[in-house]
């Protein structure tokens, strides 16, 4: 199965590029943290591509999914904003691309009801990414949202209809269960009289090509565990950062990710802010060691950064033009979801008055 979302990734890949008109993508982020070359090389960049493309592009901004796993919301407002900031400075443009909040849209999370009556309890136990993000708690009971985020996470891709869903390989189970809970809606509430028009998408991955950027302690890049380059830090914190990188005992640089993961994480990112090939960055290196290659890493990485920090910069000297964009986001997905919203009553005969 991993075998065929590869293969049907590259086909959408390819029709990406001569129709993007068709497709409608969904994509977005859990207000927990900052955004770090991960998520930029990972998944960013990829929404950045599609939308100057011409697909529309649709950026959730998962407020309520910060209480799958924790308590508090402390902050959420400012994590939020910065969130938006973050989007705005690496180039979504807000006057084509939706960005919104999941608090702020009533009749995605509407569809909740209904999709939660077409999933089995097994079924939401049994997906491998809910399980490992809960063994990632430490121990804390499982909370209802937790297990049905799968659900949610349906609802967010199914309410605009998106077809296409950038994710990495850990999140195609969750697509999996979009497509299951899409097909039996039909299935069960198709419009009548016209079955041949389903009232959802089924929608298909977009495979990460960069799925696996390593933090600075070797182990992938992630924003709770310390390890991550912070897309807003300042070119004197991201040196600091990249310095402590882990290395290996051999002075000599090569572009070997199999057996030397570290220097090789490194070399990529010299690789990915530069355009260039990784070899020929190792090759040229050679036995200039690895302080050699971190002072090269940390000038390619402000410099690829150092226009996307400035951006940052003037966007949080405006909040109110923030909040303008949020509640732009807002009103459009709002309109979206309650047209979508009206479909589903109507296929369930439910609409009165
Ligand atoms: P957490 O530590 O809370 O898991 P995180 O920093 O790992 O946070 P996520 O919210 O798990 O970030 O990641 C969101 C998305 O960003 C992922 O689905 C993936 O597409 C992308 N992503 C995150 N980290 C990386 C990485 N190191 N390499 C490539 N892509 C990444
Ligand atoms: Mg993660």
């Given amino acids: 199965s991993l075998a065929r979302s590869l293969a049907r990734s590259l086909e959408i890949e390819k029709q990406l590029e001569t129709d ?42 998962a407020d309520y999914q910060v209480i799958t796993d924790r308590d508090s919301v402390d902050s959420i ?36 009801l209904p999709f939660l009556s077409l999933v089995t309890d097994s079924e939401l136990r049994r997906n491998p990414t809910v399980k490992a993000e809960q063994d ?62 389903p009232v959802f998408p089924q929608p298909d991955a977009l495979l990460s090509e960069v799925p696996n950027l390593l933090g600075t302690d070797g182990t992938k890049m992630s924003k709770s565990r310390g390890n ?35 220097v090789s994480n490194l070399v990529l990112l010299a690789s990915l802010t530069t355009g260039r090939d990784p070899h020929q960055i190792a090759e040229e290196i050679g ?17 690829y950064l150092a226009p996307v920090r400035a951006r940052r910069i003037e966007l949080e000297a405006d909040p109110a033009e923030l909040r303008r964009v949020l509640a732009e986001g807002n009103a459009r997905a709002n309109e979206v979801a309650e047209a979508t919203l009206g479909e589903v009553r109507e296929a369930m005969q439910m609409v009165y008055g």
């Fill in 228 to 262: 991550t380059v912070e897309l807003r830090m300042s070119a004197d914190e991201t040196a600091k950062v990249l310095k402590k990188a882990v290395t290996d005992s051999d002075r000599r640089i090569t572009y070997d990710p199999a057996n030397r993961p570290e």
């Fill in 136 to 197: 990632a708690t430490g121990g804390r009971p499982m909370s209802g949202l937790m297990l049905t985020y799968p659900v949610h996470q349906a609802a967010d891709i199914l309410f605009c209809k998106a077809n296409v869903v950038p994710v990495g390989k850990d999140q195609l189970p969750h697509l999996e269960q979009t497509r299951v809970v899409a097909r039996r809606f039909d299935e069960r509430y198709g419009r009548a009289g016209d079955q041949a028009a």
């Fill in 77 to 112: 407002q400012e994590r939020v904003y910065s969130l938006l900031t973050d989007y705005l400075s690496i180039g979504l443009d807000p006057a084509r691309t939706t960005i919104f909040a999941h608090s702020a849209v009533p009749a995605l999370n509407q569809l909740m």
């Fill in 20 to 61: 993007p008109g068709r497709f409608r993508m969904l994509t977005g982020d859990r207000p927990t943290g900052h955004l770090h070359l991960g998520h930029y090389f990972g998944s960013l960049r990829n929404r950045v591509a599609l939308q100057d493309k011409g697909v529309d592009t649709f950026v959730l901004i």
């Fill in 287 to 303: 036995d200039g060691g690895s302080g050699t290659l971190k002072k090269l890493v940390t000038e390619s990485v402000n410099d």
